[in-house]
């Protein structure tokens, strides 16, 4: 799920190195932080942040298929 979030924010940002997806474990829930530039920050939500709930959706997608349960932060 880390890489598939990476993919994802690489290709919406204007600096892709800027972007850090950490991974951590809260009891059965695996929590994904992502950090981008400042700058990017924008485009990462979306108007109305509908590209972080179109973000979330997919993980969603790809974690129920493999019976997981995984959670999208954003963060500055």
Request: no cysteine; proline share 0%.
């Given at each position: 799920m880390k890489e598939?979030?990476?993919v994802i924010a690489r290709a919406l940002v204007d600096n892709p190195d800027g972007?850090?997806?950490t991974e951590r474990?809260?009891?059965k829930?695996?929590?994904l932080e992502?950090?981008?530039a400042d700058g990017d920050m924008g485009k990462v939500i979306g108007k109305q942040g509908r590209i972080?709930?179109?973000i979330r959706s997919v993980v969603k997608a790809?974690?129920?298929k493999d019976?997981?349960?995984v959670v999208v932060d954003i963060v500055q």
């Open positions: 598939l979030v990476e972007v850090v997806v474990q809260e009891g829930t695996t929590v992502v950090r981008v972080a709930k179109a790809a974690a129920t019976n997981k349960r």
